[in-house]
């Protein structure tokens, strides 16, 4: 083998590792973004809860002043229908309290019924409270395990780049950049062996002529078939 070609495969080597560090460091992108949209849907869920349990205390509140004011009155009503003087005056004194008792029945029922779904919301909340305070925990542990897995990533990807840049010094620049170019169509590998007569990676056939050349010569062919490059093993 050509020590060109033997100087480019050592690059395309290290390549190949880099990809590998890069994929794998990409893949813990997803990882957290699963994460912070898991804890976003607890939160969204807490807040609900507590705007659900702030509303029905703000209804308990306004009945039970209503509550105060319908008993006021009934208070005010029963003084009437004490010192009435008159039928008349004493009819319409009953009627007043009649309605204000009314009235005191009907809001008791709604404070009662208030103070039920009070409860449970309020038990909403604190079962809600528990689930994104033990989602944090979890999470906090995956994501010194995550912050960890990519800091030695990137520090293993660091030494890797740093290889490839000294091994690539060895190639000459005119092999170094067709390598180059044909590796950014997203090729993982972009150099491979004759296989017989034939491209090591699509099986297409080269011309006798060709690879006669690239045997007695060491140089490298651009495949017609897929485009990669083509070296001879012997």
């Known amino acids: 083998m050509h020590p060109d070609v033997a100087a480019l495969l050592a690059v395309q080597d290290d390549d190949v590792a880099i990809n590998q560090l890069e994929t794998r460091l990409a893949e813990l992108m997803p990882r957290l973004a699963v994460m912070?949209?898991?804890r976003d849907k607890a939160m969204a869920a807490l807040q609900q809860g507590r705007q659900t349990a702030e509303s029905e205390e703000r209804r308990r509140h306004e009945v039970a002043e209503r509550v105060a004011q319908h008993r006021a009155l009934q208070e005010k009503n029963q003084t009437a229908l004490n010192s009435v003087t008159s039928m008349r005056e004493a009819t319409a004194a009953t009627a007043q309290l009649e309605t204000a008792k009314r009235m005191i029945d009907e809001d008791e029922r709604e404070l009662s019924a208030i103070g039920?779904?009070?409860?449970e919301a309020n038990r909403t909340v604190?079962?809600?409270?528990?689930?994104?305070?033990?989602?944090?925990?979890a999470q906090a542990e995956a994501r010194n395990s995550l912050a960890a897995d990519q800091k030695d990533l990137e520090q293993q990807l660091a030494k890797a780049r740093k290889?490839?840049?000294?091994?690539?010094?060895?190639?000459?620049?005119?092999?170094?950049s067709r390598y180059d170019?044909?590796?950014?169509?997203?090729?993982?590998?972009?150099?491979?062996?004759?296989?017989?007569s034939s491209c090591g990676h699509c099986d297409t056939m080269l011309p006798l002529q060709r690879r006669s050349i690239m045997s007695g010569t060491g140089a490298t062919e651009v495949c017609e078939g897929c485009g990669v490059m083509l070296y001879a093993t012997e």
């Open 116 to 119: 039920l779904r009070l409860v």
């Open 163 to 176: 290889a490839r840049e000294g091994k690539s010094k060895a190639v000459p620049r005119a092999l170094l």
């Open 126 to 137: 604190e079962e809600r409270e528990r689930v994104v305070n033990e989602l944090e925990t």
């Open 181 to 196: 170019r044909i590796r950014s169509r997203k090729r993982v590998h972009a150099v491979f062996p004759l296989r017989g």
């Open 36 to 38: 912070a949209k898991e």
